[in-house]
């Protein structure tokens, strides 16, 4: 019905930049809330950062100043610029989105990109 697809993950030094892309495509009336989570080996799954459709955002506490997160709603897209980034970012990144069919809402996710930062 609705499917995620997530690029821009890698291997990237410390102190390096990388961008996120995930496009949300299928049976998509409008898609209110759009984040990014991650999951390190041996940890729980963690939100990263939101944004709303009206553009207000939020971030975890570890990744403010470094991270931006952004949308395009013309095509249902959401975006991750991850800068100064530090080892312990390293995870698998998985996006999110709320969307809205109909009559009902309901949340998808990607499959995942890994993003490695060596120190």
């Known amino acids: 019905q609705v499917q995620l697809v997530e690029s821009g993950g890698g291997l990237v030094q410390a102190g390096g930049s990388l961008r996120l892309s995930c496009a949300a495509s299928?049976?998509?009336?409008?898609?209110?809330?759009m984040g990014w989570y991650r999951q390190a080996p041996g940890k729980q799954r963690e939100l990263v950062a939101a944004i709303t459709s009206d553009g207000t955002t939020h971030y975890a506490d570890s990744v403010k100043g470094r991270f931006t997160i952004s949308r395009d709603s013309a095509k249902n897209t959401a975006y991750l610029q991850m800068n100064s980034l530090k080892p312990e970012d390293t995870a698998v990144y998985y996006c999110?989105?709320?969307?809205?069919?109909?009559?009902?809402?309901?949340?998808?996710w990607g499959q995942g990109t890994q993003v490695t930062v060596s120190s």
């Open positions: 299928g049976r998509i009336a409008s898609i209110n809330e």
């Open positions: 999110a989105a709320d969307v809205v069919h109909d009559y009902w809402e309901n949340r998808y």
